[in-house]
């Protein structure tokens, strides 16, 4: 019924499956910071469980016999939690969707107990719950991105609540409500996506306002239509409606994807900004009066520690096999293909959007099989292939790395994929002369895997 992207589109939203989408289509969604979109989470199973609680307090006030002898309210927050539960159940049950299940779960336990559904710290037994599920979330992006949009949600929406404001007359405000859910809730995810991704998406917000509301009124109610008609198999109404809406999301994405100075990119942080930016943004929403202000001090010191982030002059893949050097233009690569994962991280890291060909480009020289650069003045020379080991001549005081290993004793520091194994990759800091090396056996310490004796030595 559904066909290409739309079809892909429509089979990721109800499965979480996007491998029936192009490559085009998810790079132009990102770009567009709407590839939200594409996980189950708390968007998907929120308007879900929003619509299914809807639906059955209507249907249960068309009813008057009904309507006067059940709390039609608690029926509904019954039902929904169910559909929730299948919707999980069917999604695979992936880390984002149970956690975004486990939130949902506590909002419409709290409508059933006549408590307030929607909370600080309704989020808080939630954030608990699922870090005694699965502790390790709490280091990824999911968690740290969907907590951090819920929280800010909820205090915004608290303090308007508790201030009594209004956003002015009853036909305009849905449309307040959706500017300012998709501004804070953008606002409050900018910095953890920045750090982790590396990019930020300039024209987002107008991305998100232009697609976002279209997932509940017309996408979510029209897939819940598909499911409830295909076991009488006349699913196609909701699948063609389902159609519509998200032909419509997808060429707002490749329309926004297209504006220039679309997406923009961003080196990655040190340790202490996430976790700075955190604490302030917690002490500004839980405390009270004017002091809550002082949680501007860590978010302000996080942004300047991330402005100086100071990466690495230089990058040896842990096989040998990609160099990597900071120049004026940005980060060469010793090679135009190959090692393309680990291409591809090093330049998002350095905050870099070309692609490794053009990085390729900015190693001084042609492409060759030995090449050769400075840093700091020491001279560094990366040799690729086993016929370019056998050429491969060490400068006094430089550095080789090999990609293939080498047995040739040679009075310069190698780095070959037999060191390298014990090693892990390494960085380099030059400084006046000086070089600095900083393995990843360094700063994940000694292990199994990296602790091969091979019997070699090399210069220090």
């Known amino acids: 019924m559904l066909e290409g992207d739309i079809g892909g589109f429509a089979a990721a939203v109800t499965t979480g499956d996007r491998s029936a989408m192009s490559q085009s289509a998810l790079d132009a969604l990102r770009a567009s910071n709407l590839a939200h979109l594409l996980a189950i989470s708390g968007l998907h199973i929120g308007l879900l469980a929003g619509f299914v609680f809807s639906a059955v307090r209507v249907a249960v006030a068309l009813l008057p016999f009904v309507a006067l002898r059940v709390p039609s309210k608690k029926l509904a927050a019954g039902f929904a939690l169910c559909a929730a539960a299948i919707y999980l159940g069917l999604s695979g049950g992936n880390v984002a969707t149970e956690r975004a299940f486990i939130m949902v779960a506590v909002a419409l336990c709290a409508v059933m107990v006549d408590r307030r559904a929607i909370s600080l710290r309704a989020v808080a037994v939630a954030a608990i719950l699922v870090l005694l599920l699965r502790p390790e979330a709490l280091l990824g992006p ?41 501004a804070v809730a953008g606002v409050a995810t900018a910095p953890i996506g920045a750090a982790h991704f590396n990019t930020v998406s300039h024209f987002g917000l107008i991305a998100n306002l232009l697609s976002v509301p279209l997932m509940g009124i017309l996408v979510i109610p029209a897939a819940v239509l598909a499911a409830c008609l295909a076991p009488f198999g006349a699913e196609a109404l909701g699948l063609w409606a389902m159609g519509l809406g998200l032909r419509w999301i997808l060429g707002v994405a490749h329309w926004v994807a297209g504006l220039d100075n679309a997406q923009g990119y961003v080196p990655g942080p ?94 001084d020289g042609p492409p060759d099989r030995i090449r050769q650069t400075y840093v700091g003045g020491v001279p560094l020379t990366h040799v690729i292939g086993k016929k370019a080991a056998a050429q491969a001549e060490c400068i ?65």
């Open 270 to 363: 040190g340790p202490a900004v996430l976790p700075l930016i955190a604490i302030g943004a917690l002490f500004l929403i839980l405390w009270q009066g004017r002091v809550r202000w002082g949680g501007l001090v860590p978010m302000v010191l996080a942004v300047a520690l991330w402005a100086q982030v100071d990466r690495p002059q230089v990058l040896i893949a842990d096989t040998g096999a990609l160099v990597g050097v900071m120049t004026d233009q940005g980060r060469a690569l010793s090679k135009p293909r190959g090692a393309g994962f680990i291409a591809l991280n090093w330049l998002e890291n350095d905050g870099d959007g070309a692609d490794q060909e053009k990085a390729a480009s900015r190693w």
């Open 396 to 460: 006094k005081g430089g550095i080789l790395v090999f990609s293939v290993p080498t047995e040739t004793a040679l009075a310069c520091d190698v780095f070959d994929p037999v060191r390298l194994r014990e090693t892990g990759s390494v960085a380099l800091y030059a400084d006046k002369g000086q070089v600095r090396f900083v393995t990843a056996k360094d700063i994940t310490g000694a292990r199994l895997w990296n602790s091969n004796d091979s019997g070699r030595r090399y210069p220090k």
């Open 142 to 182: 999911g968690f740290q991105m969907s907590f951090a949009a819920t929280t800010a949600l909820v205090a915004v929406f608290g303090t308007l609540r508790d201030r009594k404001i209004t956003l002015g007359p009853v036909w305009l405000r849905p449309v307040l409500a959706v500017v300012i859910s998709s």
